[in-house]
């Protein structure tokens, strides 16, 4: 049965320096959770206060209803996937696998079992007799899973586990993790700075910034309504461009033109649009700027321009498709008002 998780209030500080402040969030069962923000922001410091490698300083943390704080990592059933792959060189992959429960003195024929079952389901049966030095970064983070699978834990955690890959191995090992999630119904939390990982693979995203929680959502209404700047900036790729912007009478005002939107605009200073939800095609919505083709991207699927408005601000559009731009020409920019976002001098999203 999977396992929720309540973190109440939950403070860290390393003497007089706090670094995560008050966070309040709930994981239901089952659900991957994805803890995303820029280095620094406290995500791995709260994974590892939820895995009992970390003592609270203060507020309660919840599994089950159960109150956790002073419980140790051991007893909490909870297995732990780290950045580092930490296998031991000297023993073969099977001896890795089984050692965790071995320590624990679990009957042979247990430790047999559940290791040929994690390796079913990571698919490395014919890995089991070779040594980590025999195996690639993928295969190795696939046998650092396995061990954590082993150990039937209740939750699974990790900590940026994909990033001493390369990007081809990182998009296959994030296809595996999330199969296994599938497959095995678990809770998860995943920490990443990388918001592809999490807009891929989570239920739930919570973006992290300075010890405090921006927002917590499914990926979908974080990319469609975020809360503000720092998380409509930081989910999407490439980011969301952010022009200045002001409103006269009701119409808002941004790259030299007006535009009427369908909701109140009063206090806007910024005006946010996705490069996606750029065009440079007539007819396709509602022109707003000339701009100058600085560079272009063809990466075969998409054409990336990066352009610059009239009043010097940069702009990122994303076509679909092979688009033929002229470098340095200058080009209509077409957007759909019901797309647009804006944002007031706060930076907080206006509604």
Same mark, same amino acid.
């Given at each position: 049965?999977?396992?929720?998780?309540?973190?109440?209030?939950?403070?860290?500080?390393?003497?007089?320096?706090?670094?995560?402040?008050?966070?309040?969030?709930?994981?239901?069962?089952?659900?991957?959770?994805?803890?995303?923000?820029?280095?620094?922001?406290?995500?791995?410091?709260?994974?590892?206060?939820?895995?009992?490698?970390?003592?609270?300083?203060?507020?309660?943390?919840?599994?089950?209803?159960?109150?956790?704080?002073?419980?140790?990592?051991?007893?909490?059933?909870?297995?732990?996937?780290?950045?580092?792959?930490?296998?031991?060189?000297?023993?073969?992959?099977?001896?890795?696998?089984?050692?965790?429960?071995?320590?624990?003195?679990?009957?042979?024929?247990?430790?047999?079992?559940?290791?040929?079952?994690?390796?079913?389901?990571?698919?490395?049966?014919?890995?089991?007799?070779?040594?980590?030095?025999?195996?690639?970064?993928?295969?190795?983070?696939?046998?650092?899973?396995?061990?954590?699978?082993?150990?039937?834990?209740?939750?699974?955690?990790?900590?940026?586990?994909?990033?001493?890959?390369?990007?081809?191995?990182?998009?296959?090992?994030?296809?595996?993790?999330?199969?296994?999630?599938?497959?095995?119904?678990?809770?998860?939390?995943?920490?990443?700075?990388?918001?592809?990982?999490?807009?891929?693979?989570?239920?739930?995203?919570?973006?992290?910034?300075?010890?405090?929680?921006?927002?917590?959502?499914?990926?979908?209404?974080?990319?469609?309504?975020?809360?503000?700047?720092?998380?409509?900036?930081?989910?999407?790729?490439?980011?969301?461009?952010?022009? +200045?912007?002001?409103?006269?009478?009701? /119409?808002?005002?941004?790259?030299?033109? %007006?535009? !009427?939107?369908?909701? =109140?605009?009063? @206090?806007?200073?910024?005006?946010?649009?996705?490069?996606?939800?750029?065009?440079?095609?007539?007819?396709?919505?509602?022109k707003f700027a000339d701009v100058r083709v600085d560079l272009v991207e063809n990466l075969g699927g998409q054409?990336?321009?990066?352009?610059?408005?009239?009043?010097?601000?940069?702009?990122?559009?994303?076509?679909?498709?092979?688009? +033929?731009?002229?470098?340095?020409?200058? /080009?209509?920019?077409?957007?759909?008002? %019901?797309? !647009?976002?804006?944002? =007031?001098?706060? @930076?907080?999203?206006?509604?």
């Amino acid at each position: 049965m999977a396992t929720r998780i309540e973190l109440k209030q939950i403070k860290k500080a390393y003497g007089e320096v706090a670094v995560i402040h008050g966070v309040d969030l709930t994981i239901d069962p089952g659900e991957f959770t994805v803890f995303v923000g820029p280095s620094g922001c406290g995500k791995s410091t709260l994974l590892r206060m939820i895995a009992g490698l970390e003592p609270i300083t203060g507020g309660d943390l919840l599994i089950d209803g159960q109150r956790m704080n002073e419980v140790p990592a051991a007893r909490r059933g909870i297995a732990m996937v780290f950045q580092s792959y930490a296998l031991y060189p000297h023993m073969n992959v099977y001896q890795n696998l089984a050692f965790g429960l071995e320590t624990a003195k679990m009957p042979k024929h247990e430790i047999e079992s559940r290791v040929q079952r994690a390796a079913e389901i990571l698919k490395i049966e014919p890995l089991l007799k070779r040594k980590p030095k025999q195996l690639s970064g993928g295969q190795r983070q696939r046998v650092a899973i396995g061990r954590a699978i082993v150990r039937e834990p209740k939750i699974f955690l990790f900590d940026e586990p994909l990033s001493n890959l390369d990007a081809e191995l990182r998009v296959a090992m994030r296809v595996e993790i999330a199969k296994l999630h599938n497959d095995l119904g678990n809770t998860m939390i995943y920490v990443t700075h990388d918001q592809v990982e999490a807009m891929t693979m989570a239920d739930k995203i919570v973006v992290l910034r300075s010890g405090i929680i921006e927002q917590a959502g499914a990926p979908l209404e974080l990319y469609n309504n975020p809360r503000n700047l720092f998380v409509a900036g930081f989910i999407g790729s490439p980011k969301m461009n952010f022009l +200045s912007a002001g409103a006269e009478g009701g /119409v808002l005002r941004a790259a030299g033109s %007006s535009l !009427a939107l369908a909701r =109140d605009v009063g @206090g806007a200073k910024t005006l946010g649009i996705r490069p996606e939800h750029i065009t440079i095609v007539e007819g396709s919505g509602i022109k707003f700027a000339d701009v100058r083709v600085d560079l272009v991207e063809n990466l075969g699927g998409q054409t990336v321009v990066y352009a610059t408005t009239a009043d010097g601000e940069a702009l990122t559009i994303v076509l679909e498709g092979q688009r +033929s731009v002229e470098l340095g020409s200058t /080009v209509p920019a077409y957007l759909d008002p %019901s797309k !647009a976002h804006v944002f =007031d001098a706060e @930076g907080n999203a206006i509604r």
